[in-house]
């Protein structure tokens, strides 16, 4: 007994050490200083307040392109990335954080006036680990200039900030959310402009994650407005993805954190007041995450509720059928206790005229009869026209009434004997 309670005792200690244990997860942020770096962190800064059983612990890298390396090869669990960003299977998303627009930076007296211009001129473009890279060079495919630009130099966002100052370089590309801190510091009051990315919706046809959007008239300066209108440009979502093994119980907990908590993380960063849902799998560059899924799908209507006049008149019909068959069986067990009340009652009239007659003939007759109707009752017994219950019930009266013909019988066949040896 001692033994037994101290297994009890160990195994609830363990039991507990185990549900008691706070999950790591570790988020690959971003560049430091960058809007997504700074939207992580204010995300694992709530949630981590929350004692939620979980802990979101930060790092900072060099980009998209790195944060997907490092899911890709388990070192961390989840990261931000650029939605143009190509990603393997094993990486699946979480939820919409915000919207990066593609930003091109000129100097007024460079004389780029479109994408295409930028042929034969220095441009700063962001370092190889990001997804901006990548971005940059689809553009420069896309309008035919990626041999013509020997002079697209990858470096930090401070470094094209310097260079752009110093005139080493005459155009600086980003994608960046509109209004953007480090973009505004970097226009501040100096002849620069930003150039309209167009063909957007051609853009799209090649790489769907990208749509047709605008950078705000305004966004960069008020007065004089820089833009100085609308300027239209492409976008792109900047993602929360997730490895495809990540516990899909651990990411719907994250996930609904979350969404519950966005007007914490709001007070830290502006930016979560773009957090949303990823779009249906079928409307989506990245699938979701089956616990991100199970968050966002948890208040769509089942099956049933999707499907609720046809659920219904199935069920009208099922009703209906039902009541049918009930009906038959009704009529069929009625017109069975019938065919048995018959039966019964033939019984009942051999066994009074029985009683009543004493030619032996006439007994010969009515026992021939009884006979016949057992041959009837057997035979829908046979067909199960008639149930065993019933056949039984059946017998008892068919064995009376066979032995009050039998003993008329001997009675009867006793008085004609008599009757003859007298008559001797």
Same mark, same amino acid.
């Not at 998209?64 to 990261?79: C, F, P, Y």
């Not at 190509?86 to 915000?98: E, K, W």
């Given at each position: ?65 790195? /944060? &997907? @390396? !490092? ?15 190509? #990603?393997?299977? +094993? ?22 006036n479109s994408f295409a211009d930028l042929a034969g001129h220095r441009v700063a473009i962001p370092s190889a680990s990001s997804g901006q890279f990548n971005s940059f060079w ?52 100096? /002849? &620069? @402009? !930003? ?15 990208? #749509?047709?959007? +605008? ?102 019909? !099922? ?35 029985a009683r009543s007659d004493s030619n032996v003939d006439d007994l010969h007759k009515h026992k021939h009869e009884l006979m016949d109707i057992l041959e009837e009752v057997i ?46």
């Open positions: 007994m001692i033994a037994t309670i101290w297994f009890i005792a160990l195994a609830a200690l363990v039991l507990w050490l185990g549900t008691s244990r706070v999950q790591r997860v570790a988020i690959a942020g971003g560049p430091a200083d960058s809007e997504t770096l700074v939207l992580t962190e204010a995300i694992a800064s709530v949630l981590n307040e929350k004692n939620l059983g979980f802990r979101l612990i930060v790092f900072e890298t060099g980009g998209s392109r790195q /944060n &997907l @390396q !490092l899911l890709e090869k388990g070192r961390v669990d989840l990261a931000e990335i650029q939605g143009d960003t190509p #990603a393997s299977d +094993v990486i699946m998303g979480v939820t919409t954080l915000y919207q990066d627009g593609y930003h091109l930076i000129a100097r007024g007296d460079s004389g780029v689809f553009l420069a495919n896309h309008f035919g200039v990626a041999d013509e630009l020997p002079r697209a130099l990858p470096m930090s966002e401070d470094a094209a900030n310097f260079a752009m100052e110093l005139g080493q370089v005459e155009a600086v590309f980003r994608v960046r959310a509109p209004g953007n801190d480090a973009i505004r510091e970097l226009i501040g009051d100096r /002849n &620069l @402009q !930003l150039i309209s990315i167009e063909q957007a919706e051609a853009l799209a046809l090649k790489q769907p994650a990208i #749509a047709a959007g +605008v950078i705000p008239r305004g966004s960069y300066r008020g007065s004089p407005a820089l833009p100085e209108k609308n300027l239209d440009t492409a976008v792109v979502d900047r993602l929360l993805v997730a490895r495809a093994d990540l516990d899909e119980a651990l990411v719907y907990r994250i996930t609904r954190a979350i969404y519950e908590n966005r007007s914490e993380i709001l007070d830290k960063t502006l930016l979560a007041g773009f957090i949303g849902p990823l779009p249906d799998d079928s409307d989506s560059v990245i699938t979701a995450h089956p616990g991100a899924r199970s968050y966002f799908d948890r208040e769509k209507p089942g099956i049933m509720q999707r499907n609720a006049r046809l659920v219904s008149a199935v069920l009208y019909m !099922l009703a209906i059928v039902f009541s049918a068959l009930l009906a038959l069986r009704t009529h069929w067990v009625r017109s069975r206790r019938m065919r048995m009340h018959d039966f019964n009652r033939r019984l009942m009239e051999l066994a009074a005229l035979g829908d017994l046979e067909r199960e026209r008639v149930s065993q219950d019933e056949f039984e019930h059946f017998s008892f009266t068919w064995q009376a009434v066979d032995a009050l013909v039998r003993d008329r019988l001997l009675l009867a066949s006793g008085i004609v004997t008599g009757s003859r040896e007298e008559q001797s």
